[in-house]
């Protein structure tokens, strides 16, 4: 029997030769094509690109001859390339969409394949799902044409996508202040295609960008996965204090999200990144628009939009759910707690390198330091949130699980009233001091995640221990 090949939050991603095959790739690609076919594509440019995994160059091949099969014409990245990259070159190229080889985030035993629509952005989830349905049982009934076929003739075209997206982001921000300004920034690009971007950007001024983990490793060492939080990024936050930086920029493995640490080597969570970037945008840049957040994102947004009058959409996981909102409404920023941020005048997809850029302005606009950023904005917002989250293994029936988490209607958490329930996507509790509790099913792993916000920094470990409890993990 075939295997099921499932679309979750971002895409497909499966481990390498498990279920992640030549030939279970070329079932999704061909999913893929029929599902642009019914779009009215025929005949149309479609980007193909991959991260540095084991074999990604291989299995994009793989996807480029399936969709030249299928009568598409298939610019085909010549090297491994950011997501944001491959974002911007569907509206550079006037593509239809495009196909990603990466896992993104996942441990060095997977791989992955996303899909992205005319925008660059995500999918939403109801062609997820039609995309799923037309993957065709047997890879007997993929229809192919070889690379060397697809060279030579014209179908496939192998190109440079990093010349366009830069030229195109040196018109979204002036470079040359930062890189007059002499700071020292450190990068760890976490073995991902991130490597030389911001090298190539900020190089020859008197800012001096040091890379780490620039090279391709696809067992990424110093780290679980190339996911940029703790403890993935300790290694970059000691290398911050040995060089002195005065701050840390750490792209993740396809470089769509950013983390940030401080001059002291202290890990900026993405929540509070993505205040700081809205805050930056709305005071510093003068800037106004809605903003998009997932529900399992900062309430620090919601407050920015009453100090500022913008509105705040929230959204389920995922920038399949952020993409189309952020199009919908033409939003200033959309993001999500994963570290992913997305911009107004970009692509709506996460770019991880436009995010570092837009923090070294913020820097450099203000004359302040990562830390002296932060006071800023817990001065406006009238004092400091508190995050942090727990992933757990998970197995068995989900459905019974949630029941389980419905039933427990717990009154309070972490010794704060529970005053409302969000159910979008997972199980939001909404707490009396504006901060919540989620809990909710990974898109992308068999794991479960608990996350919290609060304004008390000594209750966050008791809101995740009693979230455990709640969700049948303690």
Request: aromatic content about 8%.
């Amino acid at each position: 029997m075939a295997h099921k090949i499932a679309f979750g939050t971002d895409g497909w991603r499966g481990v390498i030769a498990e279920d992640y095959t030549f030939d279970n790739v070329r079932r999704a690609a061909q999913g893929y094509a029929s599902y642009m076919l019914e779009k009215g594509n025929a005949g149309k440019w479609v980007v193909v690109g991959h991260d540095k995994r084991f074999a990604s160059e291989h299995f994009a091949a793989a996807v480029a001859e399936v969709l030249a099969g299928n009568g598409f014409k298939v610019h085909l990245t010549q090297e491994a390339t950011p997501t944001p990259v491959i974002a911007f070159a569907v509206v550079n190229k006037q593509a239809c969409g495009a196909v990603n080889i990466t896992a993104s985030h996942n441990p060095p035993t997977d791989n992955g394949f996303k899909v992205r629509d005319e925008t660059g952005g995500a999918i939403d989830p109801d062609g997820l799902k039609r995309i799923e349905a037309l993957i065709p049982d047997d890879v007997s009934n993929v229809k192919r044409q070889t690379l060397e076929a697809g060279l030579a003739g014209g179908t496939i075209v192998k190109f440079d996508a990093a010349e366009p997206y830069i030229a195109h982001i040196q018109k979204l921000i002036d470079l040359q202040p930062i890189k007059d300004a002499g700071l020292t920034v450190l990068v760890d690009v976490m073995w991902g295609n991130g490597a030389g971007y911001f090298t190539r950007l900020l190089g020859g001024g008197k800012t001096r960008i040091i890379e780490i983990h620039n090279t391709r490793n696809p067992l990424f060492p110093e780290m679980k996965r190339p996911e940029p939080i703790r403890p993935n990024i300790d290694a970059g936050l000691k290398a911050t204090l040995e060089h002195k930086a005065d701050i840390l920029l750490i792209t993740d493995g396809d470089a769509d999200r950013c983390g940030i640490g401080d001059e002291n080597g202290e890990f900026i969570n993405q929540l509070r990144v993505y205040a700081l970037l809205a805050y930056y945008l709305l005071e510093v840049r003068g800037e106004r628009g809605d903003i998009v957040k997932t529900l399992s994102t900062t309430k620090m947004l919601n407050r920015l939009g009453e100090l500022y009058g913008v509105p705040v959409h929230e959204t389920g996981v995922g920038f399949k759910y952020v993409a189309p909102k952020m199009t919908e409404t033409n939003a200033l920023i959309g993001g999500e707690e994963s570290g992913g941020y997305a911009f107004r005048g970009n692509v709506p997809e996460r770019d991880g390198i436009l995010a570092g850029l837009y923090m070294l302005d913020f820097m450099v606009r203000t004359g302040k330091k990562p830390t002296q950023l932060l006071a800023m904005l817990f001065d406006k917002l009238g004092g400091e949130y508190f995050y942090d989250r727990i992933d757990s293994a998970f197995s068995g029936d989900r459905s019974a699980r949630e029941k389980m988490i419905l039933d427990a209607n717990p009154k309070t958490l972490g010794g704060l009233k529970v005053t409302g329930l969000l159910s979008i996507d997972g199980f939001q509790f909404a707490l009396e001091d504006g901060g919540w509790m989620l809990i909710r099913f990974s898109g992308t792993e068999p794991i479960m995640r608990v996350y919290c916000e609060t304004r008390h920094k000594d209750k966050v470990q008791a809101i995740l221990q009693d979230g455990l409890k709640v969700a049948g993990l303690k």
